[in-house]
């Protein structure tokens, strides 16, 4: 595409949220190669936070992780190395068919600084402490909106879309989890951080979600998933119409959806779905729970997930080896707890290693994505259409829909520390949270004995 985004073309992209490491923007102006599009733009960190670091190169070690992918080691520019990422790695994996790694547009820092100005009110104030738009990148990652179908806004029919991000869909079984940390192999590490989450003030209610039934491949338990989703959407769960956001928070989560919130998404969706008041609702998070179903999308992300199969456990012992470094988990646990486990993992050959750590990485990525899934009333289920159709019975309607995968990022290497620091602290918070539900719980009794007598 011959064109350079300049401060006179700010005004035309609009916030549509962020992450970590990016922020989203929508596209609101006339220029046709842009109708359709969003654009993602990379952070940087506020005050020198080490919130994030982002290095114009990868490091020799990532390098070494990723010398299969020779467009990926070639590039001398952290970003294009992320984009080639998502073309040779991801969409592999997880199906070309769901997986856009999108385009770079070369950009002004004028027009980078404008759109940090324009943007700034409307970004959650925590996200606003600690990054900013990174005003030293020369080009901004230009895809597609899949919260609308081709052909941008001038469609005939309403589109509805819903941004999902499913978690981690399994419980980890390897053997190489120590002892203290046994509660992983029968809670989801969602269900643990949450009581960590809750603890720090990062959420104010507990989810009820579990990623265990929304991977169930049972309609009625990824029902269950969606509507505890819908109940605490959190940063999990936006439901966009029109590709304009209207259920969801932006950044930094929602809280729990009360009445009001409710009232207001139910009458959003008279255009696109039919029914009486207090149906609508229902029948959409129904539409979205059989399309999740039907598609079986995520049974490739679980397998790709699954990639992990060490755990951080394992994959940190890997990590200390490609390094070159001592392992400071075996340091901490000294030689008398030191596990024949953990030394077997220091003794083989550096390729394993790697394998480890780039397939504990990948499984990182597929963690941490979001689903996409965008729908649009058909007439009579028309076989003419490209796209997969839908029956929904509660609104006796044909629906076309398509899926696609986002946020692929490409996870840093140094990562891998702050990956087993974080497992531990959730961990430890968790089993903290156990042991003292279960001494009160004694007490009661006990006391409830001494009554009793």
């Not at 999902?164 to 120590?178: A, M, Y």
């Not at 809280?255 to 009486?276: H, M, P, Y």
């Not at 159709?389 to 946020?407: A, G, H, P, R, T």
Request: with cysteine.
């Amino acid at each position: 595409m011959e064109v350079i985004l300049d401060k006179k073309d700010a005004g035309d992209w609009i916030y549509r949220g962020e992450g970590a490491a990016n922020l989203v923007l929508g596209y609101s102006g006339s220029i046709p190669a842009f109708i359709g599009k969003v654009m993602r733009l990379q952070k940087a960190p506020v005050n020198g936070s080490k919130y994030m670091n982002s290095p114009t190169a990868l490091t020799v070690h990532e390098r070494l992780l990723w010398k299969d992918t020779e467009d990926i080691v070639a590039t001398s520019n952290k970003e294009i190395a992320c984009q080639l990422f998502v073309k040779h790695i991801m969409s592999p994996l997880l199906g070309s068919t769901y997986v856009d790694s999108g385009m770079r547009v070369p950009a002004s820092k004028e027009f980078l600084e404008s759109v940090e100005k324009n943007i700034i009110s409307q970004r959650p104030a925590s996200r606003v402490d600690a990054a900013k738009v990174d005003t030293q990148c020369d080009s901004v990652l230009l895809m597609s909106d899949h919260s609308l179908f081709p052909h941008g806004t001038h469609e005939v029919e309403p589109c509805i879309s819903v941004e999902i991000k499913p978690k981690c869909g399994f419980l980890p079984s390897s053997k190489i989890i120590d002892e203290g940390n046994a509660i992983k192999r029968s809670i989801t590490r969602f269900q643990m951080h949450q009581t960590l989450k809750l603890h720090q003030g990062e959420v104010s209610e507990y989810s009820e979600y579990n990623p265990l039934d929304m991977f169930s491949g049972s309609k009625d338990r990824i029902h269950k998933a969606i509507r505890d989703l819908f109940s605490t959407p959190q940063n999990n769960f936006r439901v966009f119409l029109n590709g304009s956001q209207i259920f969801g928070g932006l950044g930094g989560g929602a809280d729990s959806t009360n009445f009001v919130t409710r009232g207001k998404f139910e009458d959003a969706l008279k255009c696109v779905i039919q029914g009486g008041d207090g149906l609508r609702t229902m029948s959409f998070l129904q539409l979205v729970a059989e399309t999740v179903h039907n598609s079986g999308v995520l049974d490739r992300l679980l397998e790709v997930q699954k990639l992990d199969n060490l755990d951080i456990d394992g994959a940190i012992h890997a990590y200390y080896d490609i390094v070159s470094e001592p392992c400071m988990v075996c340091r901490a646990f000294g030689k008398e707890k030191m596990s024949q486990r953990y030394l077997s993992l220091h003794s083989i050959a550096l390729d394993e290693s790697l394998k480890i750590v780039k397939d504990f990485l990948i499984a990182a990525t597929a963690k941490d994505c979001s689903l996409m899934i965008s729908f649009r009333p058909s007439k009579d289920g028309n076989t003419g259409s490209p796209y997969n159709n839908l029956y929904l019975e509660s609104s006796n309607q044909f629906f076309d829909y398509k899926v696609n995968f986002i946020d692929l990022d490409l996870k840093q290497l140094k990562k891998m520390e702050e990956y087993y620091e974080l497992d531990k602290k959730i961990v430890t918070y968790y089993n903290r949270m156990v042991e003292t539900e279960e001494r009160q719980k004694k007490n009661t009794s006990t006391m409830a004995l001494k009554t009793a007598n």
